[in-house]
């Protein structure tokens, strides 16, 4: 029989009778996978759950631990969500017009995790302000944060960078990797440990299937250049979300993870060069995409020197690196937006009676 505890179970106290713990290792639309002590489970949230639960951030999530009613024969029913803790959420606009922002939506995506890899690549886009950034959402989180300088065979000397992040940010361990040859891999040994959850938070590319992959000792998640000749899934095997690796640990990978990621890098931008994006407001027209534009304050303040021209260049160049990434944020939400229609429309035909056989 397996033991909860190899899933990083501390203690429950007090289980009800006739139910049953585990821990939510996958969520597809509404249907969970749960690791218990009778093997994986399917199961879907008992109805009851739909009325209590006070916001959308009471609903299970990948890392959660449940308790559920076992059903031999079919879907078990979750009838608790058991306290985090940690998490990362994210805000859903999904339920809203485009533009017309409301109440934003709490959404869960990943919890009860020990460690928040924050992985930064060493290639030409590495940035300690970026990872500052992440840093202040890892602490957020509940979990422990560790450095990982990712793609160390593409700098020059890896110890120069690895050097300049220690020294910024002096409280957290920091270590630089390759996916690829498995250089620094073993320095993650000491965090790997039996029980211990970790999740990774990035930008895209960054090399996070790449680590998974390494760490799992095999190809469960295909890596970005793969993905775009086939254009589509990114599992190659599988589902899961909840992976455990050889040594005992497990990593979360869920697309609200990667979601977040993305989210940041645009942010960042905004943050890093608010005094960029401070002369957009003088110039004469709303939409001025600062090139020719007659009443362009960008292009006035480069002419007198107000506005260096490194630094707009700069700008440029991170607003175009971005662009990549915004459109998948895009396409991730639209995705999601269709998602949702879907099941809502299934919904509905159920309810109406549609869905059900004749007698
Ligand atoms: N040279 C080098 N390339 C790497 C390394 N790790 C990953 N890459 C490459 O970087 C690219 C992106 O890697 P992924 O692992 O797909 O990155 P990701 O963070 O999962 O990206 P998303 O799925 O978009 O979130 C791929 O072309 C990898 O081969 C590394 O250690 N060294
Ligand atoms: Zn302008």
Redesign the pocket.
């Known amino acids: 029989m397996m033991n909860l505890k190899t899933y990083g179970c501390t203690e429950i106290e007090a289980i009800p009778d006739g139910l049953l713990p585990g821990r939510v290792t996958e969520l597809r639309r509404e249907r969970f996978t749960v690791m218990t002590e009778r093997g994986e489970v399917t199961a879907v949230l008992k109805g009851a759950f739909y009325h209590s639960a006070e916001t959308r951030a009471d609903f299970p999530c990948v890392g959660d631990f449940v308790l559920l009613h076992y059903n031999e024969s079919g879907d078990s029913l979750i009838t608790a969500v058991l306290p985090r803790r940690s998490k990362f959420s994210r805000a859903d606009y999904s339920g809203h017009d485009e533009g017309r922002a409301k109440t934003v939506l709490e959404q869960v995506v990943a919890t009860n995790f020990d460690y928040v890899f924050i ?1 930064s ?1 060493l ?1 030409l886009d590495f940035n300690v302000t970026r990872i500052m950034r992440y840093l202040t959402q890892a602490k957020q989180s509940g979990g422990q944060p560790v450095i990982i300088l ?5 700098a020059p000397d890896y110890n120069l960078p690895l050097a300049e992040v220690r020294q910024s940010i002096p409280d957290v361990p920091v270590h630089a ?5 498995g250089l620094g891999l073993s320095e993650l040994d000491s965090y790997l440990r039996p029980g211990k959850t970790i999740v ?1 938070l ?12 390494a760490l799992m000792e095999q190809d469960v ?5 793969i ?1 775009e000749v086939d254009s589509r899934g ?1 599992h190659t095997t599988t589902h899961r979300q909840l992976f455990m690796l050889p040594s005992g640990a497990m990593v979360i990978d869920t697309p609200g993870m ?1 979601e977040l ?1 993305l989210f940041d890098a645009d942010e960042g931008i905004r943050a890093g060069f608010a005094d960029v994006e401070e002369w957009f407001r003088q110039c004469r027209f709303t939409d001025c995409r600062h090139q020719a534009e007659p009443g362009c304050a960008v292009l006035a303040a480069l002419e007198d020197g107000l506005l260096p021209r490194e630094r707009w260049e700069q700008y440029a160049a991170q607003r175009q690196e971005n662009k990549v990434v915004q459109d ?1 944020t895009g396409y991730l939400i639209d995705k999601r937006a269709r998602n949702k229609t879907v099941a809502m429309r299934s919904k509905q035909t159920k309810k109406s009676g549609g869905g059900k056989n004749k007698y």
Do not use: E, P
């Open positions: 992985l690549s290639n990712t793609k160390a065979d593409l990797i390759c996916s690829h040859t990774f990035g930008m895209s590319g960054v090399g996070k299937s790449s680590l998974l992959n998640m295909k890596v970005q250049a993905r990114r990667r990621g998948k």
